[in-house]
């Protein structure tokens, strides 16, 4: 089955910096790879996905690329801000499939 | 939490004891899935369901139980918990199966002692 390996598991970085997070996946036939944000005491939420037919994908601040040959994608977060202090997950899938998830990796934006 | 309530919210238990925790939706989905979130691990399924009475294995289904009598409510049992449990449990939703439009809910905080 899927596996997904997310690197790193802590990152911490000055506020206005960028914050960058990587992610690989083994099976090379998925599709999806959706990005999470968890909050402190609160459940995932869904920030930004991308499709294997589409190579990077932006929305404001943050961008997610995608390397098929290589099989891994990447979160990036630009002029970081503390409200982006939080757990980041990664995920892939294939179509009709569970998702599955990467470890996590706890961002931390100092002032 | 896009109208997911999970209860409760912490639990203490001694291992053995039987568990379940709820989850109950106020959007009409058809699917409603079960996560554990253990540090290293991330998110992992537990179970899930498609239907009232239609449900299925994930990846670390052994030592749980589900069920689902009503649309909007989707139970997990700990038959007879065991340290290895204790974990954040987290409910999710969607109204598909598409796992493009998967919404959380808030967590269960379990601790088997």
């Known amino acids: 089955g899927e596996n997904v390996e997310q690197h790193p598991s802590t990152l911490s970085v000055q506020e206005g910096d960028s914050a960058v997070i990587k992610c690989t996946y083994s099976?090379?036939?998925?599709?999806?790879f959706p990005w999470y944000k968890q909050e402190l005491g609160k459940g995932p939420q869904l920030i930004i996905d991308i499709r294997s037919n589409v190579g990077e994908k932006k929305d404001q601040r943050i961008a997610v690329t995608l390397n098929k040959t290589a099989k891994h994608f990447s979160l990036h977060i630009t002029e970081t801000q503390p409200e982006d202090s939080a757990v980041y997950f990664c995920?892939?899938?294939?179509?009709?499939?569970?998702?599955?998830f990467g470890q996590g990796t706890r961002l931390t934006i100092n002032p | 939490d896009a109208g997911i309530t999970q209860s409760p919210r912490h639990k203490v238990t001694e291992t053995g004891t039987p568990v379940t925790l709820r989850c109950h939706q106020t959007e009409n989905h058809r699917y409603m899935y079960w996560y554990r979130q253990d540090p290293g691990h991330g998110l992992r399924l537990i179970h899930y369901s498609y239907g009232v009475k239609d449900t299925d294995k994930g990846e670390v289904s052994d030592g749980y139980s589900v069920s689902r009598s009503k649309t909007e409510d989707f139970l997990l049992t700990l038959e007879s918990a065991t340290s290895s449990q204790t974990s954040v449990y987290f409910c999710?939703?969607?109204?598909?199966?598409?796992?493009?439009?998967?919404?959380f809910g808030s967590g269960t905080q379990l601790s088997v002692l």
């Open positions: 995920a892939a899938s294939k179509i009709s499939q569970k998702l599955v």
């Open positions: 099976d090379s036939a998925s599709n999806y």
């Open positions: 999710a939703i969607s109204s598909n199966g598409a796992v493009e439009k998967l919404f």
